[in-house]
């Protein structure tokens, strides 16, 4: 939870609400092709795997495994009162890379498991990640 | 008959910081300081005026205030054009794609001679302030941008993981940062020339852990013109030139990071392209003498030189902290002294990567000399290296 608005909220269209709304109610999920089953992310209302196929929403278990991370003390301007703060790449159980923000502040070795929470400001959801046997900031 | 395209004359500003604020009585023009390099490129190519018909430029950054400043050079140095007046774009490719607008004019036979130019003004910024826009560059603007990342904090996490899954130490990615001062020590065109030692390095703050000040790029501005010629030009003219030998580009389909989980730091992109640019020159990468990459961080630059073979995947922070990668060093990287002690003005780095590569071919490097350097490579990128264009370069005496 935060106390203020996102420095740099995401827009939202009418086919990507379809996956805010999912994470406001604490799901975490993507687009696949209907016919090739690829998944992608951000979701897109196209499959980039076949460009003809149907595509179909998909619920991910929001589990993976920190890939990367960085913390990060020069930040962009509208990022000022946060930092520093970390941002990691990780891959999710179903074979998505996803980045994000990385909330544990202490030891995070790679290729830990993480889940991904869901994180609100006053205006908007947002997520991010930390280490399943780490304690959130 | 095919054409082959040659670099036959440079003219380059020092990086460093040009640009002048906007409240101050007396401005830096980028438009005057260009047409400067244009005239005396053009002297050291030993060509004439109507010899060139490409203007092949780079876009200026937002903060230049003359725009169609391609169209507008051509119209301030009155320069008619039969080949093409252009500004490419593409991130940190941007240099490259303008010295490929250039080479591609000569080999459609639009153009004898062309121009591969630009300047890029930006120190004048704020740090905080740029990443604002770069944010936005580097990723998904709703779905990675919201995080707060920057271009550098991707080479940061692309350390991390070289680190965790090579062994490599801290100290051994930091010695890049000293290497490359030290050539820069000996490049007249560099901005950073005073050596550091490791501790330097090390002791400075974090940026982007584990990176360091020293270990991210400087804040920069720059001027380079190329003169860019037919090879049959080039051989007209009596005295030593740069024959482009190859070229390769590839682009992944990504922008930034995959969504499918891959192996982020093998620089997929660059390894296409190098190995198709090594095969169209019918060598391989033991045949490369010196290489300028794009590396805008430390790490980039041992990840890329291992991406295009010339160093074992796994071993470049430990060739680099060896002295391998140094002048005299089994193969000298960033002889310039690269992004870090070179200069970093993004848009026309690339073009920086030339100017070394032809002082180096000519044999006019002075002390940064690669003993009897006859081959040299550039490379160029996009995101993460998600992109790639490579170019093999032959100095022909």
């Excluded at chain 1, 006053?122 to 780490?134: E, P």
Aim: proline share 6%; glycine share 10%; aromatic share 8%.
């Amino acid at each position: 939870m935060r106390d203020y608005a996102h420095p740099y909220p995401p827009r939202i269209s009418d086919f990507t609400k379809t996956f805010w709304h999912a994470l406001d109610d604490g799901r975490f999920i993507t687009t696949r092709g209907a016919r090739s089953g690829g998944l992608t992310f951000p979701p897109k209302p196209f499959s980039p795997h076949e460009w003809g196929e149907p595509i179909e929403w998909t619920e991910l278990s929001g589990q993976g495994k920190l890939y990367s991370w960085t913390t990060m003390y020069a930040v962009p301007a509208a990022f000022q009162r946060e930092a520093p703060y970390r941002v990691c790449v990780v891959d999710l159980d179903e074979g998505i890379r996803v980045v994000t923000r990385l909330l544990s502040d202490g030891a995070a070795p790679l290729d830990s498991p993480i889940e991904l929470v869901v994180i609100r400001y006053t205006d908007c959801t947002s997520f991010a990640a930390r280490l399943l046997s780490g304690a959130e900031t | 008959m095919s054409k082959t395209v040659a670099i036959i004359g440079y003219a380059a500003l020092p990086c460093g910081k040009w640009q002048t604020p906007p409240e101050a009585e007396i401005a830096t023009l980028e438009h005057e300081v260009l047409a400067g390099l244009v005239i005396e490129a053009t002297a050291d190519a030993g060509i004439e005026k109507r010899d060139i018909s490409s203007l092949c430029l780079t876009l200026p950054r937002e903060y230049t205030r003359q725009k169609y400043f391609g169209t507008f050079m051509a119209s301030y140095l009155k320069l008619a054009c039969t080949g093409s007046v252009s500004e490419a774009l593409g991130n940190g490719m941007t240099g490259g794609l303008a010295f490929e607008n250039a080479c591609n004019d000569i080999l459609l036979g639009r153009s004898k001679v062309a121009l591969a130019m630009g300047i890029n003004f930006e120190s004048q910024a704020k740090a905080a302030d740029l990443m604002m826009s770069s944010m936005r560059a580097v990723g998904d603007v709703d779905f990675q941008a919201p995080f707060g990342i920057s271009p550098i904090a991707w080479g940061a996490m692309d350390a991390m993981r070289y680190m965790h899954e090579t062994g490599a130490t801290r100290e051994q990615i930091a010695s890049v940062a000293v290497k490359n001062r030290a050539h820069a020590a000996l490049n007249p065109l560099a901005q950073f020339r005073t050596p550091l030692t490791l501790a330097e390095v090390l002791n400075k703050p974090p940026i982007v852990s584990p990176l360091g000040l020293f270990e991210v790029p400087p804040r920069s501005d720059g001027a380079v013109c190329l003169v860019l010629a037919e090879e049959d030009v080039a051989r007209g003219l009596g005295k030593p030139y740069v024959r482009i030998r190859s070229r390769a580009f590839y682009h992944e389909g990504v922008h930034q990071v995959s969504d499918e989980p891959n192996d982020m730091i093998a620089l997929n992109a660059l390894e296409i392209a190098g190995s198709s640019a090594y095969e169209q020159a019918g060598i391989g990468p033991g045949d490369i003498d010196f290489g300028e990459l794009y590396a805008a961080v430390t790490i980039m630059e041992i990840l890329a030189s291992e991406a295009l073979r010339l160093i074992p995947r796994g071993q470049g922070a430990v060739w680099a902290a060896q002295g391998r990668t140094s002048l005299g060093g089994t193969i000298p990287l960033a002889t310039s002294g690269g992004l870090l002690s070179r200069g970093h003005p993004p848009y026309i780095t690339p073009l920086y990567s030339f100017v070394e590569a032809v002082d180096q071919l000519r044999g006019t490097a002075g002390a940064r000399q690669v003993a009897s350097a006859e081959l040299g490579l550039t490379a160029a990128e996009l995101g993460n290296y998600n992109a790639a264009l490579v170019h093999i370069l032959e100095g022909i005496h």
